[in-house]
């Protein structure tokens, strides 16, 4: 004889049904589906699909039960059959087997996920190497229309190597704004001229550019470029240009 208590949950799972532990898809749904009609068969029971719905039967192809398989839930339809409980306790052994513990390794999993996700150490920008490759304007309103932005510097910005523009305006109420190049920053704020993109010095790079010229400067081609290779002095230049490369 069936304890009360298990005759109790029984009756509220055929009552509210089964709830997942996460909304199913439409392929996942399909699965469950023919992996029950699978099941059934194993154990006793026929099992076919009609309009979304799984009916469970015994051998005379009578009604025992039938299940709909929704987004979140498992909703059951009992028949009154003698083989009922049966169908009952094979479906419940199916959700213990394929629905339920697939559900707690794949929590499991997502939970060691972010535990290894919130243990790796998160990498610093360099900022000192970002400012250095960033080009810096401001924006010199000539004319002020609207007479809220007032004159001269009202904005500054900046461009990075890939062409986005960052700006800000510099008001008592500053925001910024991302921009997909400078084209499009002189489009809406120049105001038919009234308003300048006034690029900055690129003093870095300008500086980048002429150290790396420096490095690679060879005073004895300068020299040998300007006199004769007949010369005596050509001569003495090309002969002793390794050499001074070498010091140099």
């Known amino acids: 004889m069936i304890d009360k208590e298990i005759t109790e949950k029984i009756n509220q799972l055929l009552n509210n049904g089964f709830t997942f532990g996460e909304h199913k898809t439409k392929k996942e749904r399909d699965e469950i589906e023919q992996s029950l009609i699978e099941w059934y068969g194993k154990n006793g029971f026929g099992a076919f699909l009609e309009e979304e719905m799984v009916y469970v039967v015994d051998s005379n192809y009578q009604d ?3 299940l709909e398989i929704t987004k979140n839930s498992i909703y059951f339809n009992p028949k009154e059959h003698i083989y009922l409980l049966d169908a009952v306790v094979v479906t419940l052994e199916y959700i213990a087997k394929n629905i ?4 707690i390794e794949d929590e499991s999993t997502t939970d060691i996920e972010d535990d290894v996700t919130e243990e790796m150490p998160k990498v610093k920008p360099d900022f000192g190497k970002l400012w250095e490759t960033m080009k810096i304007f ?8 609207s007479g809220v932005s ?7 910005g900046f461009i990075f190597d890939n062409g986005k523009v960052a700006l800000t305006w510099l008001s008592e109420h500053p925001s910024v704004t991302i921009y997909d190049n400078i084209g499009e920053v002189h489009a809406i704020h120049s105001h038919d001229g009234k308003t300048e993109v006034e ?3 690129d003093y870095k790079r300008a500086f980048g550019e002429l150290k790396s010229f420096i ?4 005073l004895a081609e300068i020299c040998v470029s300007k006199v004769s290779p007949e ?5 003495l230049l090309t002969k ?3 050499k001074w490369e070498k010091n140099l």
């Open 64 to 66: 025992v039960l039938m």
């Open 215 to 218: 490095e690679n400067f060879s």
């Open 150 to 156: 007032g004159t001269g510097r009202v904005a500054q």
């Open 138 to 145: 401001y924006l010199n309103r000539l004319e002020d229309e």
């Open 100 to 103: 339920t513990k697939k559900d």
């Open 199 to 201: 690029m900055m010095p």
């Open 240 to 242: 002793k240009e390794k």
């Open 231 to 235: 010369s005596p002095a050509g001569k």
